[in-house]
């Protein structure tokens, strides 16, 4: 890590998720902010500026969905990782503006490797 | 044997010359036939003088061919049949004029003792019955050819059939008896009246033959009629091909043809001049090799559809007022015949259209059925899957975390193991069921991209319609189809086509092309709308880029992300104020 520590934005309703990804990405030296809701990762996204958002779909009031479409507005360049249990959005093109799309798994490593694939190319992280 | 007592007329000489005056009334004597007495009609009848006749013998009579123009009348009755009373009906030439046709009836007149005394001659002048009957047989034969005519049109609906029974109905020898016929026809297409096809010899070789192998089969017109052959159409014939390319622009005022439809009247051409005085083109006439024919109109109330020529080329026969009459029934029943197969061949088209959508429609309904259980079952199946994915990521996450603070020794690490590989291994089932459950959904089949375009214009023909936009194709017919999924396609051209018309806005033209490149291939999607100014050119294919009021900004990228998924590209030229065309290339196998 050189510099201020990276942050990264997670929102996912499911809490044994929030804290598994939490322990995860603070293991790996990530700052990790946590959103239970879309709404709140919103309201992240615009005050506490996160370096990378990795969004769950599938949340009770805005879905990731629509909070990807918010986040962009605001933050037009910010990376998003949409994460979720459902392969069926890869098909919905608005799923498409997303840097990537990775399935939920038990093992945390392909997400850990999309999060840092992103963070090199955009100049974050040192290749 | 007939006998009479008194015959009033000859009884009272005064009336013989006043009320009866049509009659001619001669008596004669019985013996050598001398002419006794006879009336000025008879005289008139006879064209000759008393002197001529009065005291002459019947067979002197009879030999004077030269003198007396009726010398007949003394040829026909023999000797006995003046005796017995006989009933007789002669013609008699009149030079130019029409005949005349006499009825001859001899009343022999007997003494009181028993023996004939003389005979009295009287003959009536019964041309005009004559005539009357004559015509009402020329006119019950009318009657029963244009029955047979109309009943033959009303049998079918191909016009190839129409075209033919109207030609034999008009040339057969049993028909009209024209020895040549040709059909012209008006063509909205070409805006034209163009020639068609014909009957008749192309020479007097050919004359021959044909009217010696009819007149053998002893054909009645209906045979003829019937005797259609759609695998030897009228069209390959010599003489329909001394018409075809004949082409008449409407509203040419020199063509007598162009005239006959356009005024919707009748020419009785005989040696170059039409019957209303005008001149009949050389051009025309080097086509038919004929000076003398006749042109009628082809119509109904709605439309002209065309003329027919005849033409007596071979034995010259003059074409009369009442044969063009006959025509013009003719040609009123084989009007509404080629109304009617040419509206019946719309309507084939119509109703095959139909067929085609109807057909296209039930697949898609089978296949929405198919899908619609498919999705029934997988969905179940995906929402069970996807419930157990989230408690399972939580269990082989932590799984792993534990893991890792365990020191390798400790026997607690191989049951964490068991954890995590158990969860994996869940979480391939998982996996399983949702693959098997999405599967079907995305397709990679072989796709007509034309039958995409033309499905997609189809969708959009109401914005099409309402923007007065004009949609051109240029459609490589030789493209190859590509492995793809259509519906997706579909999502690409309504996008590029939706935003060509929004560019357009009013009165514009869109053109959709396509072509093969190699193993690739082109399509192009391009529009006279506004254009997109430069500074925008790079950025329409970004996420959430717009310039609309209103649009998510994502048309683009969808479009762009399909094709890429396809493996193939898409590229942009625009000018502002001049319009966009869009260019995307495709993988051909």
Same mark, same amino acid.
């Given at each position: ?127 | ?241 001394? =018409? !075809?390319?004949?082409? @008449?622009?409407? /509203?040419?005022? %020199?063509?007598? +043809?162009?005239?006959?439809?356009? #005024? ?123 419930? =157990? !994915?989230?408690?399972? @990521?939580?269990? /082989?996450?932590? %799984?792993?975390? +534990?893991?890792?603070?365990?020191? #390798? ?181």
């Amino acid at each position: 890590m050189i510099g201020k520590p990276i942050r990264i934005l997670i929102a996912d309703d499911d809490k044994n998720i929030r804290r598994l990804y939490e322990k995860e990405f603070r293991q790996a030296g990530y700052e990790v902010l946590l959103a239970e809701k879309g709404s709140e990762a919103v309201e992240k996204v615009r005050n506490e500026n996160p370096d990378l958002v990795i969004l769950d779909i599938r949340m009770p009031g805005m879905d990731g969905i629509e909070a990807l479409g918010r986040i962009l507005a605001i933050k037009n360049n910010i990376p998003v990782i949409l994460n979720t249990a459902y392969t069926s959005y890869q098909n919905n093109f608005m799923s498409w503006a997303a840097d990537a799309y990775v399935i939920k798994s038990p093992d945390l490593e392909p997400l850990r490797a999309k999060v840092r694939e992103i963070l090199v190319k955009k100049g974050l992280l040192p290749a | 044997m007939t006998e009479r007592k008194l015959l009033p007329d000859v009884a009272k000489p005064a009336p013989l010359e006043s009320h009866v005056a049509s009659e001619g009334v001669m008596v004669l004597d019985p013996e050598g036939f001398r002419v006794l007495s006879l009336n000025s009609q008879m005289l008139k009848l006879l064209q000759a003088s008393e002197k001529q006749v009065l005291g002459r013998s019947w067979q002197e009579l009879g030999q004077q061919r030269l003198t007396l123009g009726c010398s007949d009348i003394f040829n026909v009755l023999t000797a006995d049949c003046l005796l017995e009373g006989e009933l007789k009906t002669i013609s008699l030439p009149r030079g130019e004029a029409e005949s005349t046709f006499l009825e001859l009836a001899s009343y022999p007149i007997s003494g009181p003792e028993g023996k004939i005394r003389e005979v009295v001659l009287v003959a009536r002048d019964v041309s005009q019955r004559k005539r009357f009957e004559s015509d009402l047989a020329r006119r019950m034969y009318e009657r029963d050819v244009a029955n047979e005519f109309s009943k033959a049109l009303q049998r079918t609906v191909d016009l190839n059939e129409v075209l033919y029974v109207t030609l034999v109905g008009v040339t057969g020898q049993q028909g009209l008896q024209f020895n040549r016929a040709f059909l012209f026809l008006f063509s909205p297409e070409t805006n034209m009246l163009e020639g068609k096809v014909a009957i008749g010899p192309s020479d007097f070789h050919e004359a021959g033959l044909i009217w010696g192998e009819l007149s053998q089969k002893a054909w009645t017109l209906s045979d003829l009629l019937s005797a259609y052959d759609s695998n030897r159409p009228l069209s390959d014939s010599k003489i329909s091909a001394q =018409i !075809r390319g004949v082409q @008449v622009p409407v /509203g040419e005022p %020199a063509s007598i +043809l162009m005239r006959a439809m356009t #005024e919707r009247r009748s020419f009785n051409v005989v040696e170059d001049v039409a019957d209303d005085g005008s001149i009949v083109d050389p051009a025309l006439l080097e086509t038919l090799g004929c000076g003398t024919f006749a042109v009628i109109p082809l119509y109904t109330r709605q439309k002209s559809i065309g003329v027919l020529v005849v033409d007596n080329w071979i034995n010259r026969n003059p074409i009369s007022a009442n044969r063009i009459k006959l025509l013009e029934i003719f040609a009123g029943h084989a009007s509404s015949a080629i109304e009617n197969s040419q509206l019946y061949q719309d309507l084939q088209g119509k109703v095959k259209a139909l067929q085609v959508s109807r057909a296209a429609l039930e697949e898609n309904h089978e296949r929405l059925l198919r899908a619609e259980r498919l999705s029934t079952v997988g969905r179940m199946a995906a929402m069970v899957a996807h419930e =157990i !994915r989230n408690p399972l @990521v939580s269990i /082989g996450g932590f %799984a792993r975390l +534990l893991k890792q603070q365990i020191p #390798e020794a400790d026997p607690m690490r191989e049951d964490v193991e068991i954890i995590i590989s158990e969860a994996e291994r869940l979480e391939k089932i998982v996996a399983n069921i949702l693959q098997y459950s999405y599967a079907q959904q995305v397709l990679s089949q072989p796709t007509d991209i034309h039958h995409v375009i033309s499905k997609t214009l189809d969708m959009l023909r109401l914005e099409i319609q309402e923007r007065k936009v004009n949609v051109d194709t240029a459609l490589d017919p030789d493209l190859p189809l590509i492995k793809a999924d259509p519906a997706q396609f579909i999502q690409v051209f309504y996008n590029l086509i939706i935003n060509a018309i929004q560019a357009i806005d009013h009165g514009g033209t869109i053109t959709v092309a396509t072509e093969r490149v190699g193993n690739s291939i082109l399509i192009r999607v391009k529009d006279t709308g506004c254009g997109i100014p430069e500074e925008s050119l790079d950025r329409i294919f970004t996420p959430f880029f717009t310039t609309k009021p209103s649009g998510a900004g994502l048309g683009l990228t969808v479009v762009t992300e399909i094709i890429e998924a396809h493996g193939g590209s898409i590229s942009v030229l625009s000018e502002e104020g001049k319009g966009t065309e869009f260019f995307i290339r495709l993988p051909s196998s």
